[in-house]
Each structure stands twice: as structure tokens, then as C-alpha cells.
């Protein structure tokens, strides 16, 4: 490594050693500095490089990859460069070749200024540990080389932080670890390298560490869709059931099997091949042995809750249970309509998440299918913010994170919404907010249908690729979930409200900026970034309730607070 060293020290020298105070190998072991700053911006670089095809993927390869890049880079090329060129100026000092060329070391006897011979000054003194604890010079002497053996390496630290912060953009800081923890053996396994030549060594490397964040931020953090992709759980394998054994004269008895029947597409996501099969497949929910399908004798209604395309939904009591219930009915269903109501069922039963609504059961009423559902006691957030004024960023922030597990967990199992706004998001007594209406089982009459007959949600708060025409998918639910939480900090939807509900879908469809967002919130630039025309440009839900619950707990709010506190309606 001494010969490295040397090298390294002639290049410097080579590079910038000009003949004046304080001394050419003075200014050039500065160089040598700088060139040593070098290989903790390159491990970013390279760390930068990585994630463009991991993303968020911290698997026992990426890690063990990122800790060598960062131990190397940081800690032991710098050690041992900085430790080669202290000895080879100890060992000219002593009369030996350093490694050196015989003119280079001629020009080491040259006195300049305050520094008298370099040789001496540079490899003659006392180490940096010895001049910190046991100084031997005046108060100002030993101020000064505080300052420049303490000082310099504390900012060096701060930047070499911000290099690795920056090749980790859009994904955990933790990996950082493995560049500061480094840097801060760098300093301490350095103290045996003499105090002046160490002084020059970090006047050189502080530039270069603030310029080195500017290569690593070019090389850019990586995009939406390969942090998707990373973020995204791996599928369980599930073996097939073995078929049961048919003896062979039974199987010349039985027929053969019929065809299996074609569904047309659902509303559910393929996230996951199992609940996406128990979505896609009609049917009613398994019930309990007992619970009765014919529903008039079981399920007694109080009073009508919500009227709509969709059908009506009522207040009822469980006769048999004697618990409180909602039950959503469709207006006289046609095949598509009951069909469309029983993935409904199917896709709610596979949710279990606090924020998401329950459902219980499906049974035929006397005037229609109804879907029995948990009975949410609250109002809904559009009345919240109509009645209330909009929220603050804090209660905001809370909405955004709580709703944004309650879709995710709802994805995990292969289920779309579709139809994310403040009228399906409801707040219980505590304030905490509960998502209900999965699915969009309506009637073809909806005015939120397209030509074809496909639901795409309600104008307002339609994401712009499905207006277009394009199939819904998590980034849809996504987009939909900003706006809400736009509007609630704002009052407003983002693209401002229209006449006609057609308005409305045009401008949707046109993909129109947001022209009524909360400019002045903590949230805003995040709610730019999850509105993105885009699907791909989005943030995902999990990176959203991640940021979001960062800042709440920065904040000293916890992230599963109440929205709001309601006050209970009086009947």
C-alpha cells in the first residue's frame, strides 16, 4: 500500500504542487486529499447505480452488496491511503526513498514560510492523537489544530451523509448506515497519522465531499414502477390437491366433467392468484350452518340510510344475532347486477383490516339481493368538511395513512375499489375513518357507467386513465385516495367541481391539471406527486403511508389517531 501511496502522492503532485508558501508537497498532499474524497462519492454513485434495478428490494445479496461498496469506499481505501501517505513522509523525514523518486525527494528539504522544511513538517511531528491529548505547543497552536483535526472531518461526515441520503431517494435511510458509520471508523482509526500531514489530507477531502453529492444526485433515485415492483409481495406457491382415486370401474360409470363456465372481467385486482379467484367467481358468501337465506324473517330494517343508482341501503337489526347491521339492496337485479353484488360479497369477505368495512353475509330479500354489512355509526367525511370546514394537515395526514393501509391490505388480497371519495369514507364517533363500498356493484343506468357499460367511479374523483377507457388498477385506487384527501384539505375536489356529470368525465378524461389543491399544506407537494397523470409516476400506497407516518411521528402526532371527533347524532 506504501507504494500506492507514493503514487498516488506523485499524481497529486503532478496534479497541483505549485512552488509557493506553504510548499508544493504541502498543496499537493491537499490534492492527495481530494483525490481520497474520490472513493466515498464513487460508493454512492454505485449504490445510486444498484437501486435503478432493485428499487426497495433489501434482500441478504443487496445488503451484503451495499455494506462492502460502503466499508470499502468509505473506510478502508481511505485508511490506507491516508496512513500510506503519512508513512511515506515519515520515512523520508528518516532518510529513506518513501517510495519516491530521487528529485521529488530533493524538493522536500525546500523551506517555505511558516512551514521551514516540508519533510519535517510533514513527517516529523506528532500524530493526531498525541496532538489532541497531549498537546505540546501554546492555546492558539492547539485551537487551531482542533479546529482543523475535529472540525473539518465533522463537516466531511455531514456531506458523505448526504451523498448516501441522496443515492437512497425514495426508499428507507437505514442503508446509510454503512456509509457514516464508516466515515466516523475513518476518523478514529486515522489518529495515528501525523497531525499536519492529516490537517492538509482533510482540507482537501471537505471540497470534494460537497461537490460529490452533486454526481450522485444525477445519477437520480429509481422510478415508480421499479420501486412498485420491489415493494410488491412475492406470490405464495400452492400445490395443487392431489385428485382423489376413482377406481377404474367407477370410472367407466361416470361422465365426464362439465366445461368450466366463462365470467366476464370483475372489478377485483390480480394481485394474488387465490383471492383473485375467490372474487372473480359468483356466488353467495359461505355462511354459518343456521343464518337463513331468505332474509324477510331475519334481517328488521330501522330506517333507509342512502339512495342511489346502486340501489338503497338500510338500517336493519340482526333478529337472530340482535346486532346492528347495514343492508345494501339492489333495485330489482338483472343477471349482471346480482352477479356483479355477489364478487362484491366475495371480495369484502377476503379484507380484514380495522378501516375496512365488514361484510357479514348475502341473502335474498323480499325486494331484492341484499349484501349484509357491518353497520358503521358516523357520518361521511363530505359532510364533515361541508358542515365542519376542512381539515388540518395533522387530521389529513392520519386520514391519508389509515386509508392508505386499508387499500393496500385490500389489494394484497386482489381487490379494487374503484371508487375512492369522501362519501364512501366514513367517521366513526372517535373520529376514526372507516372505507366502505368496495366493488361499484350498480345498475347499468348509473351515470358514472361508460358507453360500454364499465363503472369507472364517480366524475369527480376519477382517475384520469380511467376516464380514458384504461382497466382500473391500484394506482387508480391510488390516485382517487389523493383527491379525497385534497379535498379534505381543501373542501374542493382537485379539478374543481362541473355542471354535469359529463363535464366532469370529459375534463377527467383529458387528464386536466389539478387546479384547487391545498397549496399552503405540508402534503402538497406529495398530493402533486400521487395526482401525476401518470399511473407509473405515482408513489405507491405503501410508499405514501410510509412518508405520511414519517411526518406524523415527526411531528409528535401518532399515525392512527382520530380524524375528527364527532358528536353522536341524536335520533
Not at 501511496?5 to 496534479?15: D, V
Request: net charge neutral; aromatic share 8%; charged share 15%.
Amino acid at each position: 500500500m506504501e507504494s500506492f501511496a507514493s503514487s498516488l502522492l506523485s499524481l497529486a503532485h503532478e496534479l497541483f504542487g505549485p512552488g509557493f508558501c506553504p510548499g508544493d508537497w504541502v498543496w499537493a498532499t491537499s490534492t492527495a486529499g481530494a483525490l481520497i474524497a474520490l472513493f466515498p462519492v464513487l460508493g454512492a454513485v454505485l449504490v445510486a447505480l444498484i437501486r435503478k434495478g432493485t428499487g426497495n428490494r433489501y434482500d441478504a445479496v443487496v445488503v451484503s452488496v451495499i455494506g462492502a461498496v460502503g466499508v470499502v469506499s468509505v473506510f478502508l481505501l481511505p485508511w490506507l491511503l491516508a496512513n500510506g501517505v503519512s508513512g511515506v513522509y515519515r520515512a523520508v523525514n528518516a532518510g529513506g526513498t518513501g517510495g519516491l523518486s530521487g528529485p521529488e525527494r530533493s524538493t522536500m528539504t525546500t523551506e517555505y514560510c511558516f512551514v521551514g522544511a516540508q519533510s519535517s513538517y510533514l513527517g516529523g511531528g506528532q500524530n493526531v492523537y498525541e496532538t489532541l491529548f497531549y498537546p505540546s505547543a501554546g492555546a492558539l497552536a492547539y485551537g487551531y489544530y482542533l479546529g482543523a483535526l475535529v472540525g473539518l472531518p465533522l463537516l466531511s461526515l455531514l456531506f458523505v451523509k448526504l451523498q448516501a441520503r441522496s443515492a437512497l431517494r425514495r426508499g428507507p435511510g437505514w442503508p446509510g448506515r454503512f456509509f457514516w458509520i464508516s466515515f466516523i471508523a475513518l476518523v478514529l482509526f486515522t489518529a495515528g497519522v501525523e497531525a499536519n500531514t492529516a490537517v492538509h489530507l482533510w482540507l482537501g477531502f471537505l471540497p470534494v465531499s460537497v461537490l460529490g453529492i452533486i454526481p450522485v444526485s444525477l445519477v437520480g433515485p429509481p422510478s415508480r414502477s421499479v420501486l412498485q415492483r420491489s415493494e410488491r409481495k412475492p406470490e405464495p406457491r400452492r400445490e395443487p390437491d392431489p385428485p382423489p382415486y376413482v377406481p377404474p370401474a367407477e370410472q367407466q360409470r361416470q361422465p365426464p366433467p362439465p366445461p368450466d363456465k366463462q365470467y366476464p372481467a370483475t372489478s377485483v385486482a390480480p394481485a394474488q392468484e387465490s383471492a383473485g379467484a375467490l372474487a372473480a367467481v359468483p356466488g353467495p358468501v359461505p355462511v354459518p350452518p343456521g343464518s337463513g337465506q331468505a332474509g324477510s324473517s331475519r334481517y328488521r330494517r330501522l330506517r333507509r340510510l342512502g339512495h342511489g343508482g346502486f340501489g338503497t341501503v338500510w338500517q336493519a337489526v340482526d333478529n337472530q344475532l340482535g346486532r346492528t347491521v347495514a343492508l345494501k339492496i339492489a333495485h330489482a337485479p338483472d343477471p349482471d347486477t346480482e352477479e356483479r353484488m355477489q364478487r362484491e360479497a366475495r371480495a369484502l369477505a377476503t379484507i380484514n383490516h380495522p378501516n375496512c368495512v365488514r361484510v357479514y353475509d348475502l341473502v335474498e330479500e323480499p325486494d331484492g339481493l341484499a349484501l349484509v354489512m357491518e353497520y358503521l355509526e358516523g357520518q361521511p367525511l363530505g359532510a364533515v368538511v361541508d358542515n365542519g370546514g376542512p381539515l388540518d394537515d395533522v387530521a389529513a395526514g392520519r386520514l391519508w395513512a389509515t386509508m392508505a393501509g386499508a387499500l393496500t391490505a385490500a389489494h394484497e388480497k386482489g381487490v379494487l375499489h374503484r371508487d375512492v371519495k369522501p362519501s364512501n369514507v366514513i367517521l366513526d364517533p372517535g373520529g376514526l375513518a372507516h372505507l366502505i363500498d368496495f366493488g361499484i356493484a350498480r345498475s347499468k343506468g348509473d351515470s358514472t357507467m361508460t358507453a360500454t357499460g364499465m363503472m369507472i367511479g364517480t366524475p369527480d374523483f376519477v382517475a384520469p386513465e380511467a376516464a380514458a377507457g384504461a382497466a382500473a388498477s391500484p394506482a387508480s385506487d391510488a390516485w382517487q385516495l389523493a383527491a379525497t384527501v385534497s379535498y379534505a384539505l381543501s373542501g374542493s375536489p382537485p379539478r374543481g367541481t362541473r355542471e354535469t356529470p359529463m363535464a366532469a368525465l370529459m375534463a377527467a378524461a383529458r387528464a386536466e391539471p389539478p387546479a384547487q389543491l391545498p397549496r399552503r399544506s405540508v402534503h402538497a407537494k406529495l398530493l402533486m406527486a400521487s395526482l401525476d397523470p401518470q399511473p407509473r409516476n405515482r408513489p405507491t400506497l405503501n410508499a405514501v403511508r410510509k412518508e405520511v407516518e414519517g411526518w406524523l411521528s415527526r411531528s409528535g402526532a401518532a399515525p392512527d389517531g382520530p380524524v375528527t371527533r364527532l358528536v353522536p347524532r341524536v335520533r
